[in-house]
C-alpha cells in the first residue's frame, strides 16, 4: 500500500508549511488527487490516520478533492472524460488525443 507513504510525506510537507507560516496547529490538510494518479483516495484517508499518530498534526483531518481525468481534442476543440491511458478517443469525432488536461494530479492544496 503505497498510500502509505503518500500519506508520510504529505504529513511531513505540511508540517514543514505550517512551521514556515509560524504555526505548530494544523487542523485539515486538503489535497487533490487526480483519477490516473494511481492513489485510492479511501485508502490515502486510512493512512493519513495511520501515519499522523505521534505526529504534530495527530488532531489533523484529511480533506480529499478528486480529479476527474480529462482529455482534450485538438480537431473539434472539445475536453471530455477518459478512461485508462495511453490513448483517449474523442466521443465527439472518434479520433484519439494524448492531451491530457487533469486525472494525474497528488498536490496539497490547503492547509488550515
Known sequence: MHELSIA????????????????????AVTVRVGELAGVVPDALDFAFEVA????????????????????????????????MPPFFWCPRCDQPSTELRSGRELEIIGID
Do not use: H, M, N
Open 52 to 83: 499522523r499518530d505521534g505526529t504534530p498534526l495527530a488532531a489533523a483531518r484529511l480533506v480529499v478533492e478528486e480529479v476527474p481525468a480529462q482529455a482534450y481534442c485538438g480537431p473539434c476543440a472539445k475536453e471530455f472524460p477518459v478512461g
Open 8 to 27: 508520510t510525506a504529505i504529513i511531513e510537507r505540511a508540517d514543514e508549511l505550517a512551521r514556515a507560516e509560524g504555526t505548530d496547529t494544523v487542523s
